[in-house]
């Protein structure tokens, strides 16, 4: 699995994820340095479509529906749940904020509720198992402010679909 660490912190495309999620945060009026930083890498993570499908069935194929997700996790170990329960809540956060229309996709009626649900009760189950404090504060921000975390999202696709950030994307050879 390809991670964001293998971006160098300089490389464009992290600072203009970065000063995507910040101006979108402002924009909510929710600015956070913390949440910046773990938004954008959550955009980082995503940039590879194999991580969004990132949790596994026992024979190693993707999951891609949320009750199978939590169906899956229940067999796993307390231990190693806290990772899990993150990736849930990373994927819920995604998609809201970046396709929401998928929800919506063919004979498929997905209400967004559903997903912000069981993204918010995720980020609080990894917050609970999870040992570092930064991190549990971190979780219980992404728990509490879901909503508005998603909202940031938004903006971040509006601003990215912007023809003068494409613009701007083509000129640092990001696209």
């Known amino acids: 699995m390809k991670t964001q660490e293998s971006i160098p912190e300089n490389h464009p495309v992290r600072k203009v994820f970065r000063n995507l999620t910040d101006r ?3 924009q909510s009026e929710m600015a956070d340095n913390d949440l910046c930083l773990y938004l954008s890498d959550l955009l980082l993570h995503f940039m590879w479509s194999e991580n969004l499908y ?13 009750v199978d997700m939590y169906e899956e996790l229940s067999k796993l170990p307390r231990r190693t749940r806290k990772d899990s329960y993150r990736q849930i809540g990373d994927y819920t956060l995604f998609i809201l ?7 919506s996709y063919g004979r498929r009626q997905i209400p967004q509720s559903y997903y912000s649900d069981f993204g918010r009760r995720s980020y ?3 917050s609970e198992l999870e040992g570092d ?10 728990a509490h402010k879901y909503e508005r975390c998603v ?8 601003y990215s679909t912007d023809p003068f950030y494409q613009y701007m994307f083509r000129q640092f050879g990001i696209t």
Do not use: C, H, Q
Not at 97 to 103: A, H, K, Q, V, W
């Open 24 to 26: 979108a945060l402002n």
């Open 54 to 66: 990132g949790l596994k069935d026992e024979e190693g194929r993707p999951l891609y529906y949320l």
């Open 97 to 103: 904020g970046m396709f929401p229309e998928s929800l």
């Open 124 to 126: 609080m189950a990894a």
């Open 133 to 142: 404090t930064e991190a549990i504060a971190t979780l219980r921000k992404l």
């Open 151 to 158: 909202l940031s999202l938004n903006w971040v696709r509006e």
